[in-house]
């Protein structure tokens, strides 16, 4: 019984390994741009330059992203492994981590872990990124500074994206949150219902912060990896999550923002999307073009 328990976080946490392995670690050379041919669907009615940049982005770094472990190299992948096992060891010490804080849970420790667990909730987080955007395109209508705007797009990107692998990592491992068992080995159980690990507030809140450091340097970054340490240790406080849940989430959110933020500093046509529609024959989708 006690070597099944502890095989369990070893397949869960393997997941997890599969879908951080790519974004920061992998390298992968791509060719340069070739010219850029006339687009063969002018005739139908597209969406809006923008919006058609926004979805060709966000479907080419979701397609990358998730195929990323198919290019990891063998010294990736040993230090893939290394980042896993540490959060195996962390597992292992769930049990002694939550017993250790409780001790400590007492009313003015509770509210201030509340307080402070707003600022890894999805919907705060978006509309802080969405205010950055406003501010920051103010500023280059002004300047024509477009620093601050795009990395307030590239964060609000990296949010969305680590909400979505989190998200999917969190109903297939369907973990059991330390307030709904005293067991840290309760994995693929009540899917739909169990959706510990890893934390969503933790790793949104890392995923910014890596975009923040990779932008504006060790300052700020040092401010952005603070803030987003106190939202992981507040979720443990609030017994929301295992410490394993908070670790795993935090290497997953770093590990896509600082892909996307480098990705993002330079083109990157591994593929492409042209979404269109054309009214006249009801018909609506996404072309996918890949070049060589």
Not at 16 to 42: F, M, R
Not at 216 to 226: H, N, Q, R, S
Request: some cysteine; charged content about 20%.
């Amino acid at each position: 019984m006690v070597v099944c328990r502890a095989v369990r976080p070893l397949l869960g946490i393997s997941l997890i390994v599969a879908a951080l392995a790519g974004p920061a670690i992998a390298t992968a050379q791509e060719a340069s741009p070739p010219a850029e041919a006339p687009n063969k669907y002018d005739e139908w009615e597209q969406f809006s330059p923008v919006w058609e940049k926004a979805l060709r982005a966000l479907g080419d770094d979701t397609l990358y992203l998730l195929s990323s472990p198919l290019r990891l190299s063998p010294e990736s992948a040993l230090v893939v492994a290394g980042v896993g096992a540490g959060i195996v060891g962390i597992a292992f010490a769930d049990r002694s981590i939550r017993d250790a804080v409780a001790s400590h849970r007492h009313d003015g420790v509770r509210d201030a872990a509340d307080a402070i667990s707003y600022l890894g909730d999805p919907l705060v987080l978006f509309g802080l990124n969405v205010g950055v955007i406003a501010i920051g395109e103010g500023i280059r209508e002004a300047t024509g500074n477009s620093k601050l705007l795009g990395a307030a797009l590239v964060a609000t990107e990296a949010q969305l994206l680590t909400l979505g692998l989190t998200e999917g990592i969190a109903y297939g491992t369907a973990r059991a949150r330390p307030d709904q068992s005293n067991d840290p080995g309760q994995w693929f159980t009540n899917w739909g219902r169990n959706d510990s690990f890893p934390s969503s507030h933790a790793s949104q809140a890392f995923a910014i912060a890596a975009v923040i450091e990779d932008r504006f340097g060790l300052g700020p970054g040092i401010v952005a990896y603070g803030l987003a340490g106190l939202v992981g240790a507040a979720r443990i406080v609030q017994d929301k999550h295992w410490a394993s849940d908070v670790a795993a989430g935090a290497v997953l959110g770093w590990a896509v923002g600082h892909f996307l933020s480098v990705r993002h500093s330079e083109r990157h046509p591994y593929l492409d999307f042209f979404p269109f529609a054309d009214p006249r024959t009801k018909t609506y989708g996404f072309v996918l073009e890949k070049k060589f």
